[in-house]
């Protein structure tokens, strides 16, 4: 007979739990940004939205759209950086009226957020949402698995290492490479691109280990660095990153390797901090943004202006700015903020960054062109450093705008 | 391949001698209370971020004296205002509250430090190599780990084996009522045992923050493996517990070393492995890739088979 | 007369202490046989060899004439020998009326049944009752077991162990504990529900073994050293010399 | 027939009767909510529906059986995976109507329940909490290496709509895919009650109470937490099959040791030892992970503080809080707790504003803007530059602390004085141990 009360009370709970009103606005548009929140990789997902928050407020609040004043309504949710957790996550934005999708990493969740999209989309034409992928870099995602709702508003791994062969192609020195990355997509699609590039540029450059380690899971990488030492790399090639970067460049310095290493993420979070004088005249990025020289007054003011703001923080993903900039175009050229107007406003979107370059969204495969530095870990020389540790990236070389067009296999399946 | 030998043998010792600190606290905790502690390597973490924060201000040293000491009188209050109350509904309420305080710590630790990776760094003295053999030069600072841990284990043998605390803890090991009819204060042996495992659990935090990273994570791929330990040397045995460590610490490294996989031991017998292969994934599957999986095989294995573990003195 | 359980020469040591030493004893069907014995003789160890509780390391254990030595205790259980515990042994967090209903499951036929509704089981449900009557604990059916008096644990332990209808009942110092008008009641309970039955059981009241027994057999450090009628072991020499000093077999 | 026989024959007609009642009530009530709520409350209800079933499937181990599993996620995936790959096979042509996938999720999970239980089962308590754990991390890693099955770190997504339709029903829209996971809640949640006044479900409370003893009344203990292991695989693989088709999606961590510790937070926090109590848990985590999540960041901190507080305060969970008025109710006596309870509430209420005013505070100063001080709490504007809402809210919460002392033994007292009248004047309806 107890039961029975507490029968009824629990369907009085899910009376309770079903009445939480949500009511879009009129006028505005909701922006969701879907990463992880919590967990081993909160640091990344915080300081994104951290970021993304900021760039909403500068290039996109009360921006004029077809005579009004843009409102936007911000949500930040907590992906985990897993492709389930996302989804359902993405349901939870869509439901609450988002249209526009932000995230940053984890391929695996691109992959899924995609597909997601791309069956949401169809199913429902009245309430579609658009996907803007500023971190999640498989090329496959701008390649065979290309999809209408998706913009990729990074360069692709494929470019990424194309311009990390570029400079590793002009250190003649340089005679044997050891590729090491996390056993997932994202790093397979790493190594490949890299056995690739290396064979095109340099076939004399011997590869002379290809390792896969499981992600997140490796608490010390000794063994890892054993292995690159008895390879006598010169060079290493990763895309490790948060802790499984900080980890394997803190192991390479210990066990004394003179081999120096070429990442894509390896500023920011903890990692400039934590590795220090250990990377020092070893550790080279390849990535997108003017960190150090800021290039523009206008940039630098920005960063200046973010910085007084968050103080302790750091100005980690540039390219999240140049997204809001691109998609504030988009909704003036669309003349609204219609998700499917939109798409087709951001195809071959030309526009110049905040910090000075010329980016574009190539319509064929939504994967937008952009130059690439060169960056080294240094100390010295430089105005914004990371982690409040002194230590940060200088730009040494730039990949332009013209020598960085991959072409991609994306056959896309449009709406209409 | 020497070298490779000598390397792994070298690294997995001293990895296998942090695992050994770190479940040494649990099993002195499990030996006296039955209670399998899964907090342990929240505390672990909790040290790290304590000796972090004391080293930025007062120096290494500090940090590594005083974090396990506030993580012990943490863990003995946790004993003795939250464990305790829950310890007359036996062991399976005493397992969920101990999860609940590890879920706990990785939020609390995120809350007050934040979720960056912290500096947490070695310092001045321990910085450096201490050899080199075969162009690869062995950290100072992992000389340092391993002969802390070294003599925390003989520390501990010693006291077991010589003193009359340690007659009580053995006692307890096998006939865990008899520590009460000898008249001793029970709870209070519980408080402080609980207290001192979950400071050696400390230790072990404020030696690897350095070099395995401080961050909310570290806990979470560390704690697993801590059960296996004890699972697999034996519930409640020391001895057990040195073993198994040691071993789980070396087969993790060498397995690292080792790029084989069953494809190739198919191709000994002119067997050639193909994408189209049934069950392709699984024969291409590399040991190096299998390794974290290794230890949860073992710990599986073991008590299917013999659930008292490598050395145990008795069943849960 | 033919035999309910025989035991050969049945031997148990636990490392270097051997408890049981030899034990040989026919008990017949239908009476009411008591085992005595000082303290730490073996009388509940050999309980436990009977009931498949503990494996005999030598010997042999009959019930009915067929070997149920190494057999698992439920299947001796399902041969029908059904024992209750010294020390009380029931459901703590069922209610009375679940304890006996689940002891009476396996004679009502239902094995490891998910798709019937114990409640719709007429059959299981009127055995239950019937048992609860008889020990007397019809009105305190709902009551949770853990919440009972002493004495009701005991006479619930007792209906749990008769709930399934056995033929030999054994019974483990049933009345240890209880006051002497609950050991009187407790008495009369067992008489009433062993009638037609084997009954063995191990008592340290003496007024309760001879006023229940038909034989007793005395167990003096894992021997028996005398099986024989109340008023013939009242006499002997060598039950009186075991019990000399420790417990008067006419007081307690 | 005798006296007794009567009475129980009456009551159980009686429960019978109501039991009826409450039945429909909870069908109406689920084909209902819909009707009152939002899209994002349908989105919200489906979960709930997910979450309950795999908390109640969850609970046949913990609070029916006794048995503690830190891996029970492993069926729920497995489960999941079954139904996305036979979503995969129905979209190549094989004429099955999806809205059954459940059962084959359900069957999955069961098949390898019994294939793991058949040895894990063989203990109960520590060693079999253990076992349980140790297979969820091979499982979990195995999901990871084993791409063919799992798909790796994406895991593998399928098109729920590429079936033959049902009757007319596609399971295009959210509010069809409700429905969908609401038949199943229904369905998955009779049969589990059913399987609880089974003998099998009877027999597994009395091998959590005492597995020494079933074998002396019959039962082979193990082959009793086996059952109980299997039919909970069973459900907790049709939860799976569910979840595959509202989101389309199945990856390695729907099977993890955080995918099952979350499982046992529902169950432990809902309440054990009642049928209910799993999934007014599952409602209860459910809305802190979709809504309260919205609110704070601090939500996780929140969980594991409600967490600990019910093992330490309240074990039999949050029914049990509510179970604990069932004395008075009957003593019609829940009218005299009115105020004392109001009166509790006042300084609880004050506590709780305080400590948690406290906790975003120091939260917001570590990781909002510079300047941006001012924040909302509890409906006040605040700005944590100046020291008024640090000391207000400390004073508040001491405040609170303080009273509670007070009025704790007032609310007790009251508490005891309305159950205590019934056990004089009623005392064979005491205490029914309802598990």
């Not at chain 2, 809350?111 to 100072?140: C, H, M």
Request: proline residues 3%.
């Amino acid at each position: 007979m107890n039961k029975l009360n507490v029968m009824l009370l629990g369907a009085g709970s899910l009376v309770l739990a079903a009445g939480f009103p949500v009511v879009a606005q009129a006028g505005t548009v909701k922006i969701a940004y879907i990463d992880a929140l919590s967990g081993p990789f909160a640091a990344t997902g915080q300081a994104g939205a951290r970021e993304l928050r900021h760039a909403i407020s500068k290039f996109l609040e009360g921006k004029e759209v077809a005579g009004e004043k843009l409102e936007v309504e911000f949500l930040a949710l907590d992906g985990k950086i897993n492709p389930k957790e996302s989804l359902v996550q993405l349901q939870n934005a869509i439901s609450q009226g988002a249209e526009y999708i932000f995230h940053n990493s984890g391929s695996s969740v691109a992959h899924a957020i995609v597909g997601a999209l791309e069956k949401h989309n169809k199913r429902n034409p009245d309430n579609r949402a658009l996907y803007l992928n500023y971190g999640a870099i498989d090329p496959s995602l701008t390649g065979s698995k290309c999809s209408f709702w998706h913009f990729m508003i990074d360069a692709n791994v494929d470019m990424k290492v194309n311009a990390m062969v570029d400079a590793i192609a002009a250190k003649p020195e340089i005679k044997k490479a050891y590729i090491i990355g996390q056993d997932y997509s994202f790093g397979k699609a790493f190594s490949a691109a890299a056995k690739r590039y290396l064979a095109q540029r340099r076939p004399d450059i011997e590869i002379v280990g290809d390792q896969l380690h499981p992600i997140g899971k490796v608490k010390d990488f000794a063994p890892y660095a054993q292995k690159i030492l008895r390879s006598q790399a010169d060079v290493v090639l990763t895309g490790n990153w948060g802790a499984d970067m900080i980890n394997l460049a803190k192991s390479i310095k210990d066990i004394g390797t003179q081999a120096s290493i070429y990442t894509i993420y390896a500023y920011g979070a903890g990692i400039s901090g934590v590795v220090g004088e250990s990377g020092l005249g070893k550790l080279s990025v390849v990535a997108q943004g003017h960190i150090n020289p800021a290039n523009t007054p206008e940039w630098a003011l920005y960063k200046d202006e973010f910085l007084a703001k968050h103080p302790g923080n750091d100005l980690i993903n540039e390219r999240t700015v140049y997204g809001v900039q691109m998609l504030g175009e988009a909704f003036v050229k669309a003349g609204g903020t219609d998700p499917l107007k939109v798409a087709l406003a951001l195809e071959g979107l030309e526009i110049t960054t905040v910090s000075g370059d010329k980016v574009m969204m190539r319509a064929k495969d939504h994967q937008m062109q952009m130059p690439l530095q060169v960056m080294a870990h240094v100390k010295d020389g430089i105005k914004y450093d990371f982690d409040q540790s002194g230590y940060g990236v200088r730009t040494t070389s730039t990949v332009a705008f013209e020598s960085n067009q991959l072409d991609s296999v994306c056959e896309m399946q449009r709406p209409l | 391949m020497f070298e490779t030998i000598i390397f792994s043998l070298l690294n997995g010792l001293v990895y296998g001698l942090l695992l050994f600190l770190l479940s040494s606290g649990l099993t002195l905790i499990f030996s006296m209370m039955g209670v399998l502690n899964l907090a342990h390597a929240g505390f672990y973490m909790l040290s790290a971020y304590f000796a972090y924060s004391i080293s930025i201000h007062l120096g290494f040293w500090y940090g590594l004296l005083f974090a396990p000491l506030i993580v012990g009188f943490i863990g003995a209050m946790v004993e003795r205002y939250g464990l305790r109350k829950v310890h007359k509904f036996g062991h399976v309420p005493e397992l969920i509250f101990t999860f609940g305080v590890a879920f706990l710590l990785e939020e609390l630790v995120q809350f007050v430090w934040g979720r960056n990776q912290l500096a947490y760094n070695k310092p001045e003295i321990l910085e450096g190599s201490l050899f080199t053999l075969f162009g690869a030069d062995f950290p100072i600072y992992k000389m340092f780990m391993l002969i802390v841990s070294v003599v925390i284990f003989i520390i501990l043998l010693s006291v077991l084996k010589y003193t009359r605390t340690g007659l009580i803890i053995r006692a307890a090991v096998g006939h865990p009522n008899v520590v009460g009819m000898l008249g001793h204060n029970v709870p209070l042996i519980f408080m402080v045992t609980f207290g001192v495992g979950t400071a050696l659990a400390g230790i072990a935090g404020a030696i690897a923050g350095p070099v395995l990273g401080t961050y909310p994570g570290m806990a979470s791929g560390l704690g697993g493996i801590m059960f296996v330990v004890v699972i697999f040397g034996g519930l409640g045995s020391l001895g057990g517990a040195f073993i198994a460590s040691l071993m789980i610490g070396l087969i993790q490294t060498f397995a690292i070393a080792i790029d084989a996989s069953l494809s190739d031991v198919f191709l000994l017998m002119d067997i050639v492995i193909t994408e189209q292969t049934f069950m392709y994934d699984i024969w291409v599957t590399s040991l190096s890739q299998v390794a974290p999986l290794i230890p949860y095989l073992m710990m599986v294995v073991m008590l299917i088979f013999r659930p008292a573990g490598l050395m145990g003195a008795r069943e849960s | 007369m033919s035999t309910a359980i025989s035991l050969s020469d049945l031997k148990k040591s636990f490392g270097q202490m051997e408890i049981i030493r030899g034990v040989n004893l026919d008990i017949r069907k239908g009476e009411r046989h008591a085992i005595i014995g000082p303290n730490g003789a073996g009388k509940s160890t050999l309980f436990h060899l009977i009931s498949g509780h503990y494996q005999p390391t030598s010997g042999k254990v009959l019930l009915n004439g067929e070997d149920i030595s190494g057999v698992m205790p439920h299947e001796i259980y399902r041969k029908g020998l059904a024992r209750s515990f010294q020390v009380t042994n029931i459901f703590p967090n069922l209610n009375v009326y679940e304890n006996i209903r689940c002891g009476a499951l396996w004679s009502c036929d239902q094995g490891y049944s998910f798709w019937r509704q114990v409640d719709d089981l007429e059959d299981i449900n009127l055995k239950t009752e019937q048992i609860l009557e008889k020990i007397n604990l019809t009105h305190r059916y709902k009551v949770s077991a853990s919440l009972m008096s002493y004495a009701e644990q005991r006479a619930l332990e007792i209906g749990i162990t008769l709930a399934g209808g056995a033929q030999v009942i054994m019974l483990d110092e049933p009345t240890a504990g209880m006051s002497i008008g609950e050991t009187e009641q407790a008495v009369e309970l067992i008489r009433s529900v062993t009638e037609d039955k084997t009954l063995v059981i191990v008592e340290h009241d003496m007024g309760v073994v001879f006023d229940l027994a038909d034989r007793i057999s005395v167990l003096v450090y894992g021997k028996i050293i005398a099986t024989d009628s109340p008023s013939a072991i009242r006499s002997n020499k060598l039950v009186q010399e075991a019990y000399l000093g420790t417990e008067m077999i006419s007081d307690a | 027939m005798s006296h007794l026989t009567r009475i129980c024959r009456a009551e159980s007609v009686v429960r019978k009767k109501r039991l009826r009642i409450l039945w429909l009530c909870f069908a109406v009530i689920l084909l209902a909510l819909p009707l009152v709520t939002s899209n994002f409350g349908i989105t919200i209800l489906t979960q709930i529906c997910v979450a309950s079933v795999f908390a109640l499937a969850y609970n046949m181990l913990l609070g029916q059986g006794g048995m503690l599993s830190f891996g029970h996620a492993v069926y729920f995936g497995l489960g999941g995976y079954a139904s996305i790959h036979l979503m995969e096979l129905v979209g190549n042509g094989v004429p099955v109507p999806l809205v059954l996938t459940p059962l084959f999720g359900g069957l999955f999970g069961l098949i390898a329940a019994f294939l793991i239980g058949s040895f894990s089962t063989r203990r109960a308590g520590t060693v079999f909490a253990m076992i349980s754990f140790g297979i969820a991390e091979l499982v979990a890693a195995s999901a990871i290496i084993l791409v063919s099955f799992f798909g790796g770190e994406e895991g593998v997504s399928s098109d729920r709509t590429m079936g033959p339709a049902f009757f007319g029903y596609e399971m295009i829209p959210q509010i069809e895919v409700y429905y969908f996971a609401a038949v199943w809640f229904f369905l998955a949640t009779y049969a589990m009650y059913h399987f609880s006044r089974s003998p099998a479900g009877r027999l597994a409370n009395a091998v959590r109470d005492n597995a020494e003893r079933t074998q002396f009344i019959g039962y082979n203990p193990q082959k009793i937490r086996l059952v109980s292991f299997v039919a909970s695989g069973f459900f907790a693989g049709v939860a799976g099959g569910i979840f595959a088709i509202q989101y389309e999606i199945v990856t390695d961590s729907n099977l993890n040791t955080a995918a099952s510790g979350l499982v046992m937070l529902q169950a432990y926090i809902g309440g054990i030892g009642y049928f209910v109590g799993p999934v007014i848990g599952a409602i209860v985590m459910t809305l802190l992970n979709t809504v309260v999540s919205g609110v704070t960041d601090l939500w996780l901190l929140y969980t594991g503080l409600l967490f600990i507080g019910t093992v330490l305060l309240a074990p039999n969970g949050l029914t049990g809080l509510i179970m604990m008025h069932t004395d008075a109710y009957h003593n019609r006596k829940l009218a005299t707790l009115i105020k004392p309870y109001l009166l509790g509430m006042l300084p609880l209420t004050a506590a709780f504003i305080g400590v948690v005013s406290l906790l975003e505070m120091f939260s917001h100063r570590n990781e909002a803007a510079v300047g941006d001080d001012s924040m909302l709490l509890f409906y006040i504007d605040v700005d944590i530059s100046t020291w008024f809402p640090w000391v207000g809210f400390t004073l508040l919460s001491l405040l609170g602390l303080a009273g509670l002392r007070v009025v704790i033994p007032v609310v007790r007292a009251s508490w005891d004085a309305a159950n205590e009248m019934q056990i004089l004047s009623n005392s064979t309806i005491n205490n029914e141990s309802d598990s």
